[in-house]
Every structure is written in structure tokens, then in C-alpha cells.
């Protein structure tokens, strides 16, 4: 399927849990280990509406893929910390509602791959790839992302639940950057970001659960999380609460009415 190398599955290390795992987990997915869950439950019982939550950001991403595909007419998407395989995927939203669309799936945990080789299948006339390649070497993406993407033409560059993995100290607004001075203009940027200014005791203590399984988590305050999209043209609403962007979009989406931590935004760039 891809000219990209495979990892190789003896380098998935079960001894400390992983984001993407810990996500499939509060998916209801079966692609976890005990660290994994363990890590989850215990997030869990700091938050007990963590399951809805992922869930809602899977929705997020499905209502951006589909206003960018039907409403902004992009035909090519980039998405990074894809995470496992969750139907339905970026490229089957994309896909359904223009067949030709070109998708590379980015992410650098090896299990992601594993299964992505797997599952990720699309139409004969688009074209569905995915890469291991850390977020943190932009340059190495760009590189290997052109054989699949016309970088001449817009791209939407997905950065779904991932800038929350990314710090400051990384160069997670360079990152973003570098990104975005690679694609054409009409190129989207989509973000979705855990919010530190919701209820910052909890996060505080969350950041603490996740550190001490050894993950780097970073929530952001909402000017926090427009940063990423300076000089851009924020799509309407701008930065919001993660189920108010475009609820009309949903499907099949079951709302509870509880709050969602999470920020979410849409930029065009001019
Ligand atoms: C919470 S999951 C989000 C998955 C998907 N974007 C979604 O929203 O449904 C975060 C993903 O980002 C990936 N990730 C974390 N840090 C990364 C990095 N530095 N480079 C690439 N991927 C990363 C994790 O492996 C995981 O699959």
C-alpha cells in the first residue's frame, strides 16, 4: 500500500502506556494494554466523563473533515497523531464526499502503523497512506508526505488531539508553523486541544496522572490555542468549545449536554 517503511511490531513497548493506546481504550477499542487501561481508569476516576469526551473529539474531527470536504472543497488532508484506526476514519469522511481525495495519516507510534496497514483502505481514486514520522520533525513529514500531496494545491493539515502531546519546550507553535509555511494557500488548519483554563485543578491533577506514567500532556488556555492559528482566517465560530463547532454537521452524534474540556478551531489560510 505504501512506499513508506513498516515498523516493526517488537517495537511497541507494553511497559508504559502510550496516548494512542490510552485514547483507544477510552474508545472502547481492543487495540490497549493493561498499562493502557490502567493509565485510563485512572483518568477516569479524576474525570468520569472522559469516554464522552474522546468520543465527542472523534465527532469533531468528522464534522471539520466534512465541512472541509463538502463546504471549503479540499481534496487533500494531512493528519497527524491519526491514532488508531477508529470507524469511520478521516479518509472514509473525506472520501464519501469526494472520492478522489488524497489522505496521509501521520503518527509515531508504532501500533498506530501495525493496524493502520491493516484497516486504512480507501477508493481506488483517492489515495490513503500512512507514515511513521514523529510531529516534532516537521521537515521529515513534509518530505515524505509530498510523494502522496501536491503541495501546490490546499491541504488541511489535521492536528486532532495532538497539539495536548506537543509543549511549548518542543516547539509546538514552530511546529505548527513550519507546517503551515509548507502548504499552498486556501490550506486549512484544524486543531482540537484539551483546555487548561476549564477546570485547572483537575487538569492540574490529570497532567500529574499522565506524567507519572511518563506522558507529556499540555493543556492550553483558549489565546493559548488560537496562537496556532495566527495569520490565519478563523472559519465561524473561531475557537470554541469543542461540540459547539458546527454541531449542525453531526451524525449520528449523542449528546448529554456535559461539558467537553476541549477547545476546537478551523483556520484558512490566506
Ligand atoms: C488522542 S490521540 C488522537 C487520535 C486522532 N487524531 C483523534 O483525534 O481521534 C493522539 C495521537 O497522537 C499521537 N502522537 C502523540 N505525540 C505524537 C508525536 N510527537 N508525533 C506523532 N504523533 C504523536 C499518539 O500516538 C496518538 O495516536
Partial sequence: MSAIPPASAETIDTSKP????VYDWFLGGKDNYPV???LGRQIESLEPQTKYCAQHNRWFMRRATRHLAEAAGIRQFLDIGSGIPTEPNLHRIAQSAAPEARVVYVDNDPIVLAHAEALLTG???????????????????????????DFSRPIALSLVALMHF????????????????????????????????????????AVEMYKAGGVTLVPRSRAEVE???????LVDPGIAWLPDWHPELGVDEVRNGTPVPLYAGVGRKR
Fill in 18 to 21: 502510550h496516548p494512542a493506546r
Fill in 227 to 233: 496562537r496556532f492559528f495566527a495569520g490565519f482566517e
Fill in 36 to 38: 493502557d487501561e490502567e
Fill in 123 to 149: 477508493t481506488p481514486e483517492g489515495a490513503t497512506e500512512f507514515l511513521e514520522a514523529d510531529a516534532r520533525d516537521p521537515d521529515a513529514i513534509l518530505e515524505q508526505a509530498e510523494g502522496v500531496l
Fill in 166 to 205: 506537543i509543549s511549548d519546550d518542543d516547539g509546538a507553535y514552530d511546529i505548527v508553523e513550519r507546517l503551515m509555511a509548507a502548504l499552498a494557500p486556501g490550506s486549512h488548519l484544524v486543531v482540537s486541544q484539551m483546555a487548561g483554563d476549564f477546570d485547572p485543578e483537575r487538569t492540574r491533577q
